[in-house]
C-alpha cells in the first residue's frame, strides 16, 4: 500500500510541477511602461555628468537646453560627441524622454 502511496504522490508533484512551468496566458494586458526622465538621467547618464548635471568626467549638463535643442540632445545621445560615446543601446522612447527633459534644463 505505502509503494502505491509513493507513486501517486511523486505523479501528482510531477504534473503539479510541470503545470507551474507552462507559459503565462499571453492575452494578459501589459501595464504601459512609464519613463521617468530623472530615473533614465540617473541610470544611464549620472556616472559621467554627476547626479545633479553638475558634471564629473562628462561636463555639466545644468544649460543644456540652453545650449541644444531636443533633436541635437537626441543626436548626441544616439551619436555621442567628442569623448562622449554612443548610447544607442538605450530605449528609443528613453532617448526621446531623456532629450525632452534635458533640453529644458536653461
Do not use: R
Amino acid at each position: 500500500m505505502n509503494k502505491w502511496m509513493v507513486i501517486i504522490l511523486g505523479g501528482c508533484l510531477v504534473v503539479g510541477g510541470m503545470s507551474a512551468c507552462s507559459p503565462q496566458d499571453s492575452s494578459e494586458q501589459k501595464l504601459p511602461q512609464v519613463f521617468d526622465p530623472e530615473s533614465l538621467y540617473l541610470n544611464h547618464c549620472a556616472n559621467c555628468h554627476g547626479g545633479n548635471l553638475e558634471g564629473s568626467y562628462g561636463p555639466s549638463l545644468k544649460q543644456t537646453g540652453s545650449k541644444y535643442s531636443k533633436d541635437e540632445i537626441l543626436q548626441i545621445i544616439q551619436k555621442g560627441k567628442g569623448k562622449m560615446p554612443s548610447q544607442a543601446y538605450v530605449d528609443p522612447e528613453e532617448q526621446e524622454k531623456l532629450a525632452e527633459w534635458l533640453s529644458k534644463q536653461k
